[in-house]
Antibody, heavy 119, light 109 residues
Framework: EVQMVESGGGLVQPGGSLRLSCSASGFIFSGYSMHWVRQAPGKGLEYVASISSNGENTYYSDSVKDRFTISRDNAKNTLFLQMSSLRAEDTAVHYC????????????WGQGTLVTVSS | QTVVTQEPSLTVSPGGTVTLTCASSTGAVTSGYYPNWFQQKPGQAPRTLIYSTTNKHSWTPARFSGSLLGGKAALTLSGVQPEDEAEYYCLLYYGPTWVFGGGTKLTVL
């Protein structure tokens, strides 16, 4: 059974940092590109970042570029999102998403972890 | 800044047919944008219905289909069921990143 479990969310002050993790099981993690997607309360989905299956290539939306870093540990089947210089508008549920084939963005989705940026 | 546009809301009767569309501010949507469609119900994570324009996952009900229509990506539901009431999002590829549409709230009434 495929499972993707995010963790690391919580309350952080503006300007602070947070590191999200996504632990994956039930599929060959090292063969999948991975993404982070977020959803602000009551709003739509927003693409955040991507990383290639071997971790060599990373891509970011303009809204998080230079503040967030996506990385992965294929030995531990884990995806990360290091978030810094956090702003109120970063408040959202953050989902990890697995892409196993060309053009198929979301073969698997996690259940999400909530990040709240507030003083 | 690239914008992907969907109908904000649509209403369909049970058993009816409805088409949701997904437009790009950069021009006509083609297969090279690898259109994906997702369904999200309240309190749940999204799930993927359609990828690469027309392809279904093993869990995608047969009544859902994807296509290109008039320069847009389209999701058609035929024989709508009450459980299809949900938010639907499209996603387009602007290599190497992706952009979501704003979502369509589908009401089955």
């Amino acid at each position: 059974e495929v499972q993707m479990v995010e963790s690391g969310g919580g309350l952080v002050q503006p300007g602070g940092s947070l590191r999200l993790s996504c632990s994956a099981s039930g599929f060959i993690f090292s063969g999948y590109s991975m993404h982070w997607v977020r959803q602000a309360p009551g709003k739509g989905l927003e693409y955040v970042a991507s990383i290639s299956s071997n971790g060599e290539n990373t891509y970011y939306s303009d809204s998080v570029k230079d503040r967030f870093t996506i990385s992965r540990d294929n030995a531990k089947n884990t995806l990360f999102l290091q978030m810094s210089s956090l702003r109120a508008e970063d408040t959202a549920v953050h989902y990890c998403v697995a892409q196993g084939r060309l053009g198929s963005f979301g073969d698997y989705w996690g259940q999400g972890t909530l990040v709240t940026v507030s003083s | 800044q690239t914008v992907v546009t969907q109908e904000p809301s649509l209403t369909v009767s049970p058993g009816g047919t409805v088409t949701l569309t997904c437009a790009s501010s950069t021009g006509a949507v083609t297969s090279g944008y690898y259109p994906n469609w997702f369904q999200q119900k309240p309190g749940q994570a999204p799930r993927t219905l359609i990828y690469s324009t027309t392809n279904k996952h093993s869990w995608t009900p047969a009544r859902f289909s994807g296509s290109l229509l008039g320069g847009k990506a389209a999701l058609t539901l035929s024989g709508v069921q009450p459980e299809d009431e949900a938010e639907y999002y499209c996603l387009l590829y602007y290599g190497p990143t992706w952009v979501f549409g704003g979502g369509t709230k589908l009401t089955v009434l």
